[in-house]
C-alpha cells in the first residue's frame, strides 16, 4: 500500500495567519492517462464525522471557503488555510485514492 | 443524499462483523463506496472500496485476507464483513461514497465493539 506521512503533527497558529500542512506518498500519485493527482484533503472538528475539502490535490469541493487551498503534484502536496478562522480548529487528514486509499496520519490544528 | 447505517455492535474476540450502509438521494452506481474506520481517539483508516456498477472490490493490505465488501444494487446498500475480530478492531467504522474514490459523503459510522 501507498504509505502517507503528513507534517506537522500538530500545528498552532494565531487567528488571521496562515497554516500550511504537509503530506507526502511513498509514490507519484499523479495519473499521466488524465494528469490528475488522486489526494484528497478532509477536516475532522470533534465528534464529527470527516468533511471532504480538497480533491484532485488542488479541486475545493463546493461551499468550501476559498481560503482553503490544495497544491502540489506528484508525492508531495500542501493544504493551506490562508487566513485562520477560530472555525478552522480540527484535524486534517489527506489520502490518497490512486491506489486503494490510504490516509496520512492527521494533523491538529489549534489556535494559538 | 442520506446514509443510513446498521446500528452498534458488541461482539466477541473471533467473531465476524457485517455491517450495512443503505444510500438514498445518490445514484448508486455511480459512485465509489469507501469503508473507512476510526478507533477511539485514533486517525482515519481505510479499510476498502467496492464500485457497484462493476461489483469490484479493493481492499488495504492490512485487512486483505480477513475483510469481504459487497454491495446491493436493487436496496442501494452496501455490506462490509470483517471476520477473526480482536479488540483492536474496536472502532466506528464509517460508510463513505464518492466519485472517484474520495470520499464525499460519509455515513453517521456504526460502532463496533469487540470484547469477551
Known amino acids: 500500500d501507498i504509505v502517507m506521512t503528513q507534517s506537522p503533527d500538530s500545528l498552532a497558529v494565531s487567528l488571521g495567519e496562515r497554516a500550511t500542512i504537509n503530506c507526502k506518498s511513498s509514490?507519484?500519485?499523479?495519473?499521466?492517462?488524465?494528469?490528475?493527482?488522486?489526494l484528497a484533503w478532509y477536516q475532522q472538528k470533534p465528534g464529527q464525522t470527516p468533511k471532504l475539502l480538497i480533491y484532485w490535490a488542488s479541486t475545493r469541493e463546493s461551499g468550501v471557503p476559498d481560503r482553503f487551498i490544495g497544491g502540489g503534484s506528484g508525492t508531495d502536496f500542501t493544504l493551506t488555510i490562508s487566513s485562520l478562522q477560530a472555525e478552522d480548529v480540527a484535524v486534517y487528514y489527506c489520502?490518497?485514492?490512486?491506489?486503494?486509499?490510504?490516509f496520512g496520519q492527521g494533523t491538529k490544528l489549534e489556535i494559538k | 443524499v442520506q446514509l443510513v447505517q446498521s446500528g452498534a455492535e458488541v461482539k466477541m474476540p473471533g467473531s465476524s462483523v457485517k455491517v450495512s450502509c443503505r444510500a438514498s438521494g445518490v445514484t448508486f452506481n455511480s459512485y465509489t463506496i469507501s469503508w473507512v474506520r476510526q478507533a477511539p481517539g485514533q486517525g482515519l483508516e481505510w479499510i476498502g472500496r467496492?464500485?457497484?456498477?462493476?461489483?469490484?472490490?479493493n481492499y488495504a493490505q492490512k485487512f486483505n485476507d480477513r475483510v469481504s465488501i459487497t454491495a446491493d444494487e436493487s436496496s442501494s446498500t452496501a455490506y462490509m464483513e470483517l471476520s477473526s475480530l480482536r479488540s483492536e478492531d474496536t472502532a466506528i467504522y464509517y460508510c463513505?461514497?464518492?466519485?472517484?474514490?474520495?470520499?464525499?459523503?460519509w455515513g453517521p459510522g456504526t460502532r463496533v465493539t469487540v470484547s469477551s
Open positions: 463513505a461514497p464518492g466519485a472517484y474514490g474520495q470520499s464525499k459523503y
Open positions: 509514490q507519484s500519485l499523479l495519473q499521466s492517462s488524465n494528469n490528475k493527482n488522486y
Open positions: 489520502q490518497q485514492y490512486f491506489r486503494t486509499g490510504t
Open positions: 467496492i464500485i457497484p456498477a462493476f461489483g469490484t472490490a
